[in-house]
């Protein structure tokens, strides 16, 4: 009898290591052979946004290093949600990628979860967000601004993308921590809000660098603080919120490449490398730093951290303000 159970035991093993043993080698593979078509970025803003610039430029050279064209998808849409839901349901097998922002605190059902349903690739850079003005509005300080909404909030309109973006939980958090009654003005996106920003038809806005640093150089905005941890390279006249006398608001979004959860290993590895070779150039640094990003070199395990950590941190800030219902 034992002598069964032991045969029985040693075939099941048997076939454990072989069912093993060919899906490494079909993992491998299919790693050796990526990519052979093109690969979809999406980027789940839209066009002609801060996240969408840093996409195209990303796309453009992870394609000439892969050998293979990378196409960005723009799928816009509640706040980031559709777009990152329909990469979560892709297949995974490398040719549908995400352009992740961080640091977004999700509704209560999105239809997936961020440390469960995606493949970290690696993070591309940490990106503030800056409290910015129409040059008519008559503060120039984030103090200025405060006494302002302070003295007539309600008339102060406040420009950010919908929940759940990093920027309208920015601006939640401000307006409890101020004590003021500021109006909330949501835009499909932050290049809506750029333009209406410059045309005055909302007179402040918590919004990212890329797609209003032009405007800001030229005179066309007024950058009054940054959501960073120190200056940045891109506005360094610009103090921090710190600096400004409003401690304890942080306001960082993090872009990084993720992928569908069950991604081939050596397929992450692979676009890993690439993205820490592309990162890490001169001219990658440059674009970043120019369009108001800090560049960040990760492995996916880091990245993976930054994802939890973040995610933590924004959801137990919307609990406070009690905003888990938006």
Avoid: C
């Amino acid at each position: 009898m034992a002598r069964v159970l032991l045969a029985a035991q040693l075939r099941r093993t048997t076939l454990i290591l072989t069912i093993l043993l060919a899906t490494l080698q079909s993992s491998v593979a299919t790693a050796a052979e990526y990519p052979s078509r093109v690969v979809s970025l999406v980027v789940a803003f839209p066009a002609g946004g801060g996240v969408d610039t840093v996409g195209r430029a990303i796309a453009q050279k992870l394609g000439e290093a892969l050998g293979q064209q990378v196409i960005v998808v723009n799928r816009p849409g509640a706040g980031s949600v559709i777009g990152t839901r329909d990469v979560a349901r892709a297949q995974p097998d490398g040719y549908t990628l995400l352009l992740l922002v961080t640091g977004a605190a999700l509704p209560a059902n999105p239809g997936y979860d961020l440390e469960r349903d995606f493949a970290p690739i690696g993070l591309i850079a940490s990106v503030p967000i800056v409290i910015m003005s129409n040059p008519s509005l008559p503060a120039k300080s984030l103090a200025e601004v405060i006494a302002l909404a302070r003295k007539d909030g309600e008339k102060l309109t406040v420009g950010t993308p919908p929940a759940p973006t990093l920027n309208y939980f920015g601006a939640e958090q401000f307006k409890a921590m101020t004590g003021t009654r500021i109006t909330i003005v949501t835009y499909k996106g932050t290049g809506p809000l750029t333009n209406d920003l410059v045309g005055g038809h909302v007179m402040l806005a918590f919004n990212t660098l890329p797609p209003a640093i032009g405007n800001i150089q030229s005179g066309a905005l007024r950058a009054i603080a940054v959501g960073s941890p120190s200056r940045m390279a891109a506005i360094p006249d610009v103090p921090t919120i710190a600096e400004a006398g409003l401690q304890g608001l942080e306001i960082v979004q993090y872009y990084g490449l993720v992928a569908p959860a069950g991604t081939p290993q050596p397929i992450i590895e692979r676009l890993n490398q690439e993205l820490r070779r592309i990162v890490g150039s001169e001219e990658m640094k440059q674009r970043l730093l120019d369009a108001g990003g800090d560049p960040i070199v990760s492995t996916p395990a880091e990245y993976r951290q930054n994802i939890h950590r973040e995610e933590s941190k924004w959801q137990a800030v919307i609990k406070k303000l009690g905003l888990v219902n938006y």
